[in-house]
């Protein structure tokens, strides 16, 4: 449910980078750990933007899969979600990448 | 009437329960930094590249509000759970059994009702209830809004009561010194797994209510198993805020993050 907020922080961070200008595309990064789920945000992008300069426009959400590296055995390995293991059997992993929750750009109407 | 927090357009209510009555409300005090982020327009005159944090607001207000904290040597740690997991009633017995030896105070969050509060302030405590109506969890604005109410005293321990959820509040950051999940043995034992970003947020994990082990079917050793899956550096300690076990486990960890 905090996919809201979220969704609300996105509009609100770009809305203020391009003023009056209105947007035709926002991308945005949300990485497979970030606790976020794209389908949510896709729901409430459409509702939360109007009456915003991001009103119509469209939202493009880049997934980012989760990777570690295992602090036992050196291994890199891919993670589905945050309670995966290494397949050594440790659950001592550096998360490389999966944890983004970013505004990549956006596409303002010409 | 209560005290209200006027600022800010959304429904957030901030209420000092020892003066509910009207005030003014400005942004004197503690000054808060906006983030610093890089925007530069691309090769393209209509691409603008963000790169930008999505909670970049909150992150630069949870900054501004821990060097407050620095400043004031308050340490302040942000205590979470689903509701019912019994965040209050450790709250009251630890006022009751530590404000002799430690300046504490209270941020409560919960929707509705001073109710948290009223409690808090029966121990004598310092308290301010900060409402976020249909916010789900606490962020770095409501808590600086609040603690100008609360005004904590330098070198106090502020306890951050946030709204009982375990999903969203993971990943607001307040500010605060340290995360800390409060789990009950009344609850699924696995549900380290089901919430895992709560638990890898957090740096101590307080599993509650060991009283009632004896009762519920709860296996104490398989869930701290769970937990550590998820966030290996998780410490943990198990009390019983009503009859008392463990609870110089816990009052120790706060004595050692100050």
Same mark, same amino acid.
């Given at each position: ?13 770009v ?21 976020v ?5 896709y729901?409430?992008f459409?509702?939360a ?27 890199e390995?891919?993670l ?31 | ?13 901030v ?11 400005n942004?004197g ?7 610093h982020v ?42 979470m759970?689903?509701?019912?997991a ?7 017995r630890t ?16 929707q ?6 009223? @409690?808090?302030?029966a121990?004598?405590?310092? !308290? +301010? ?5 249909? $916010?789900?969890? *606490? #962020? =770095?604005d ?8 609360l005004e904590p005293?330098p ?14 509040p ?7 010194r ?11 034992q696995d ?13 101590l994990?307080?599993?509650n209510?060991v009283?009632l082990l ?13 937990? @550590? ?6 410490e !943990? +300690?198990s009390?019983?805020?009503?009859? $008392?076990?463990? *609870? #110089? =486990? ?7 993050q100050?």
């Open positions: 449910m905090h996919e809201m907020a979220i969704t609300e922080s996105v509009i609100a961070a809305s203020e980078k391009v003023g009056d200008r209105r947007v035709q595309r926002v991308s945005l990064a949300v990485g497979r750990l970030s606790g789920v794209a389908e949510s945000v729901f409430y459409d509702l933007t109007e009456g915003t300069p991001l009103e119509g426009s469209k939202l493009e959400i880049i997934d980012i899969p989760g990777r570690a590296r295992c602090r036992s055995c050196g291994a390995v891919e589905e979600d945050m309670i995966a293991l290494c397949t050594c059997g440790s659950a001592d992993l550096e998360i490389l990448s999966g944890e983004e929750l970013t505004i990549k750009e956006v596409e303002l109407e010409a | 009437m209560c005290t209200t927090c006027g600022c800010g357009s959304d429904e957030v209510v209420t000092d329960p020892d003066h509910r009555h009207d005030h003014d409300h942004h005090g503690h000054h808060h930094g906006e983030g890089h925007v530069h327009d691309d090769r393209s005159a209509r691409t603008l590249v963000l790169e930008q944090a999505v909670l970049a607001k909150n992150d630069a207000l949870a900054d501004a509000n821990r060097s407050w904290f620095a400043e004031q040597r308050i340490l302040a740690v942000n205590l759970s689903s509701p019912g019994g965040k209050t009633t450790l709250l009251e006022i009751t059994d530590l404000s002799a030896e430690l300046p504490l105070a209270v941020v409560e969050g919960d509705e009702t001073l109710l948290d509060a009223d @409690r808090i302030r121990t004598g405590c310092r !308290v +301010v209830q900060i409402n976020t109506g249909a $916010g789900c969890h *606490l #962020d =770095a409501m808590v600086a809004r609040g603690l100008k109410v005293r070198g106090s321990i502020l306890l951050i009561e946030n709204v009982g959820n375990l999903v969203c993971a990943m607001f950051d307040l500010g605060e340290a995360k800390v999940v409060i789990m009950s043995v009344t609850e699924g549900k380290p797994l089901k919430y895992p970003q709560m638990f890898r947020a957090a740096e994990m307080v599993l209510k009283d004896p009762y519920v079917q709860f296996d104490p050793e398989q869930c701290i198993t769970y937990a @550590r899956q998820v966030n290996p550096k998780l !943990v +300690v009390v019983s805020a009503t009859r $008392g076990d463990g *609870l #110089d =486990a816990w009052y120790d960890w706060l004595r050692d100050r």
